[in-house]
């Protein structure tokens, strides 16, 4: 389906979205203001089909030097509007251009704001011109989309990020499809697309050069294009005010040790060799070690291995009880007494927490009277 009538078409489409939004059943009457537009409509329709359309898009290959794409698009509070034009220049310096593909849609019910619409348009125009280029073999490179909208060309120059996430989406898609073309600003006035968007009768399309050539320029060198010059927005619509998080913590220690040995206890030397080295570089020392671990430093690796799976496992302890705090009740270790004592967690015994500490009870002794 080309939508070479989608100005036209789009018209009952509308029409039927208002008697949805009136909540019309099947049986029921079709208010009167509808139905006077609908009749004219109805009655015109056929007219169509004495209208005589150019199919012959692209010329004999000996005759054409160039061919390119333009794509237009546009959105009003009706409907979204895009038009495509093959250009092509002809080896004597002649060019041709032609309407090749067209859609117009809905607005949706939901109203957006306008420049929310022209940039669902310009999403529209792009996914049009990328399956166009692609019918006609023309590269991507040879394709040039035009917008009258300055609120979506500032967005198209913005990093998406700095959007907020709808606009950000959309801009990012047509940044990512269209990556070589840089989008250009067409007047109003100029925009083919314009409408598509605002609809049209059948007798005032089939008289428009506009529709179905694009704009006079476009025919002429590109030296003889407009050129728009546009301020500078000062402030964009839909944007996210940009923050810079900075987050610090304590980096936890996650060694390819643990994966390297299997065994605790050979994992306990290496890294008590691996402290010693580093103890010895700090200090500058120049003593000789033995060859053989002592039991302090084998003693002191394994407490440090201890204190980090616990900094790695319970994180919120340390934070509670560093801010004087007590865990909250459902904590697996809030039924402990717990402290820290040597940048660990000490679990308190019962027997400990007793104020006194009774000896131990022993059986009854026999003594020989004798």
């Known amino acids: 389906m080309l939508g070479l009538f989608s100005p036209v078409a789009i018209i009952p489409k509308l029409l039927l979205q208002e008697l949805w939004a ?7 009457q079709v208010p009167e203001s509808i139905l006077n537009r609908w009749l004219p409509w109805s009655e015109e329709l056929p007219a169509v089909n004495n209208f005589p359309i150019n199919l012959q898009y692209v010329h004999d290959e000996s005759e054409t030097a160039t061919m390119s794409l333009h794509g237009f698009s546009d959105a009003s509070n009706l409907a979204m509007g895009t038009a ?34 022209e940039l669902e348009a310009a999403v529209l125009l792009t996914k049009l011109l990328v399956y166009t280029a692609k019918t006609f073999k023309i590269k991507l490179e040879d394709t040039q989309p035009w917008t009258d909208s300055e609120i979506v060309l500032a967005w198209l120059q913005k990093m ?24 250009k600003h067409v007047p109003t006035s100029c925009n083919p697309a314009d409408i598509a968007s605002r609809c049209s ?22 030296s003889a294009w407009p050129v728009t010059k546009i301020k500078p927005l000062s402030k964009l619509p839909h944007q ?13 220690p996650t060694w390819e040790l643990y994966k ?25 020392l120049t003593m000789e070690y033995d060859d053989k671990l002592t039991y302090q430093e084998l003693a002191a690796s394994r407490r440090f291995l201890i204190t980090v799976q616990q900094h790695q496992q319970f ?56």
């Open 201 to 222: 009768t059948v007798s005032a399309l089939t008289t428009s050069d506009l529709w179905w050539k694009g704009p006079q320029w476009l025919a002429l060198p590109e």
């Open 84 to 117: 495509v034009y093959i250009r092509c220049r002809l080896k004597d310096g002649t060019i041709k251009t032609t309407l090749v593909l067209a859609r117009a849609k809905v607005c949706p019910v939901k109203r957006k704001s306008i420049p929310k619409l």
């Open 160 to 183: 998406p990020c700095r959007m907020e996430t709808y606009v950000a989406n959309r801009t990012a898609f047509i940044l990512e499809q269209l990556s070589h073309a840089v989008w």
């Open 22 to 28: 009136a909540r019309c059943g099947w049986d029921d």
């Open 240 to 252: 996210e005010t940009a923050a810079t998080l900075l987050a610090i913590s304590t980096p936890q």
């Open 260 to 284: 390297k040995y299997s065994s605790y206890a050979h994992l306990v030397r290496v890294l008590s060799w691996i402290r010693r080295f580093i103890n010895g570089c700090r200090k500058k």
């Open 315 to 370: 994180p919120e302890v340390f934070e509670c009880l560093g801010k004087k705090r007590n865990l909250p009740d459902k904590h697996p270790l809030a039924g402990l007494s717990v402290s820290i004592a040597d940048n660990a967690i000490v679990v308190m015994g019962r027997v400990r927490q007793q104020e006194t500490v009774h000896p131990r009870r022993c059986g009854p002794c026999q003594s020989s009277a004798n």
